[in-house]
């Protein structure tokens, strides 16, 4: 069954409720990377999903290709399909990080992880963050201009230096660590009190060296195998 991670071994961090600190480890985009130029400085990736009942496949349209799930899901709304359209297609976008949690020495002694939340819980608070530090946090007031509306925004380091600004939030010599609470399990789950807080030291030559291209992580199926799989999975209900 395809599924949206390559293999089972990544260091996925399982994130219990209660209170959290953890840094974000920048890396170096590669060819192929949907939302960054190689060799551009990257912090997150966002990529859309389609789930099914028990899988989740990437959809192709992050990378600019014809996904068979959306052609399909455009046939049905021109069709006014629409319960067909919500059994089917359930759409997440998902943010995934590359991390050291801070939470206690052991959890820090993992080295990286990597964080894998909905975007609603992490990425979106994120910008929200920057936003309201505005007025409030004057070394983060430059990030605005940077900053594209939810869903489809990307910091890049290159914008911070040619504008001679201040370094972002996950610049690894003088960015912040992030705080959240988790509560709540199921639909009932919750991301909330996020924060920047002043990192005691630099982020460590050794650590930057372990941080994952997040997108090679991930299982691109080809149309073929995108359209073979959910003709399968329509084919069960
Ligand atoms: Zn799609």
């Not at 630099?202 to 359209?227: T, V």
């Given at each position: 069954m395809l599924n949206y991670f390559k293999c089972d071994d990544i260091p996925l961090w399982q994130i219990a409720n209660g209170s959290h600190l953890f840094d974000i480890i920048p890396y170096f985009a590669d060819l192929h990377d949907p939302e960054t130029p190689k060799g551009e400085k990257s912090y997150v990736l966002n990529i859309d999903l389609h789930y099914f009942s028990g899988a989740a496949l990437v959809c192709l349209r992050n990378y600019g290709e014809r996904c068979p799930v959306c052609d399909y899901v455009d046939s049905l709304?021109?069709?006014g399909d629409c319960q067909n359209l919500y059994s089917l297609y359930k759409f997440r976008r998902r943010s995934l990080y590359n991390v050291v949690v801070l939470d206690s020495k052991?959890?820090?002694?993992?080295?990286?992880?990597i964080m894998n939340t909905l975007h609603w819980f992490m990425q979106r608070n994120l910008i929200a963050l920057i936003r309201r530090n505005l007025s409030v946090t004057p070394e983060l007031s430059s990030v605005s201009p940077s900053v594209k509306e939810v869903g489809e925004y990307l910091m890049r380091m290159e914008a911070f230096e040619k504008k001679k600004v201040p370094a972002p939030f996950y610049d690894e010599d003088k960015?912040?660590?992030?705080?959240?609470?988790?509560?709540?399990?199921?639909?009932?789950?919750k991301y909330?009190?996020?924060?920047?807080?002043?990192?005691?030291?630099?982020?460590?030559?050794?650590?930057?060296?372990?941080?994952?291209?997040?997108?090679?992580?991930?299982?691109?199926?080809?149309?073929?195998?995108?359209?073979?799989?959910?003709?399968?999975m329509k084919d069960k209900r």
């Open positions: 709304q021109q069709e052991s959890s820090e002694k993992k080295g990286i992880q960015g912040y660590s992030i705080a959240f609470t988790k509560s709540g399990r199921g639909i009932q789950t909330t009190d996020h924060r920047f807080v002043k990192r005691a030291a630099p982020i460590s030559k050794e650590i930057l060296s372990q941080a994952f291209i997040l997108y090679k992580l991930l299982c691109i199926p080809d149309f073929d195998e995108a359209y073979n799989f959910l003709y399968s």
